[in-house]
């Protein structure tokens, strides 16, 4: 079936703007030729703690602060055109748990449910500040989204020791970085039945809503604006 897979890390504030973006401009669609748009499990760094490390000491080990703190008021504007608040400083934690949580649920239930379960994960690290590895800040994810009733299975999927979604989760990674050549996130995959599958450029570049619908009905074909 035609798809769309959006690989991201739940630690990524770029992937979650352009989730947000991506989701904002399926508005425009018509309901009946909107693509399924399939979680892709990535993670920038898969050695941080799942209680996490404060974010901004470890962001500013990588890049300069005369260059970190421009890009992260960059950031929070952004955020704030979009009508949400960026947390710039706080934990920044192990990803593992989200993706497992994120894989689980789109086996389970509906795309409506899985996009609002990504957004109050991905709110985890880049509105509250939170480590994404902990697990009473994914149980509340998951409430938000409407999976409270869920609360054991849950548990038992955002464990160490699952094995099931940590197979899942790493055979996507692999995927993505030795078939796709993806090195960074976010990235968009277009999936359609006899044709080769294909990562959207340019995405990383959109700053807008309006320049997500652009993109999307240039690379759809099959999709119009209303």
């Known amino acids: 079936k035609k798809k769309m897979v959006l690989y991201s890390d739940f630690s990524c504030p770029f992937c979650y703007l352009e ?5 904002k401009a399926y508005e425009s669609f018509p309901p009946d030729q909107r693509w399924p748009i399939e979680h892709g499990a990535f993670q920038l760094d898969e050695t941080l703690p799942a209680d996490g490390v404060a974010k901004y000491e470890y962001l500013s080990n990588l890049i300069p602060p005369s260059a970190l703190d421009p890009m992260i008021d960059d950031l929070c504007e952004q955020f704030r055109v979009l009508g949400m608040e960026m947390d710039p400083r706080g934990l920044l934690g192990n990803s593992a748990a989200a993706h497992r949580l994120q894989l689980w649920a789109q086996d389970h239930f509906s795309e409506e ?27 509340a994810a998951a409430a938000k989204a409407g999976l ?9 999927v955002i464990a160490p020791d ?13 995927r993505a970085k030795e078939q796709l050549n993806i090195e960074q996130v976010p990235e968009v995959l277009v999936v359609e039945p006899g044709k080769e599958e294909r990562l959207i450029p340019g995405v990383k570049k959109i700053d807008s809503v309006d320049g997500f619908s652009k993109l999307l009905m240039n690379q759809l074909g099959s999709c119009s604006i209303r």
């Open 113 to 139: 449910t899985c996009h609002k379960l990504k957004d109050a994960l991905f709110q985890i690290h880049c509105c509250l500040g939170k480590s994404m590895g902990d697990p009473e800040a994914l149980q």
């Open 148 to 156: 409270g009733e869920h609360k054991d299975e849950i548990a038992k």
């Open 162 to 174: 699952n094995k099931k979604y940590a197979k899942k989760m790493a055979q996507q990674i692999k």
């Open 19 to 23: 989730f947000t973006r991506l989701l």
